[in-house]
């Protein structure tokens, strides 16, 4: 899954176990993506909910270089503009607005 997220765009942990079948498993990807090594997964590009950016094998400050590179937004320890970083896009609910 965390191959699938393009340059430019990020995704959660939470998002990441919905997506591999297993919802509810957020905490147990970020206990696998800790030791994980893999060459060529972009693991900087999940990050914890609500935009924040998360650990990053100790070091989120490559984290948050590597994401800026991509031109993903980070202000301090969170990404801007979330829901626009976010993949996979969802579409927005719409509500109601009629009037009786």
């Known amino acids: 899954m965390v191959r699938r997220i393009p340059v430019g765009r990020v995704t959660t942990y939470g998002e990441v176990a919905r997506l591999a079948g ?5 905490r147990a990807v970020g206990n696998i993506m800790k030791g994980a090594r893999a060459p060529g997964v972009p693991y900087h590009r999940v990050i914890a909910a ?10 989120p400050g490559l984290k948050r270089s590597l ?14 503009q979330f829901e626009h970083a976010m993949w996979p896009t969802r579409p927005r609910s719409r509500t109601s607005n009629s009037r009786t």
């Open 50 to 59: 609500g935009g924040r950016l998360g650990g990053y094998g100790g070091n």
């Open 67 to 80: 994401l800026v590179a991509e031109g993903v937004t980070v202000t301090g320890t969170r990404v801007r």
């Open 22 to 26: 297993t919802p509810g498993a957020a």
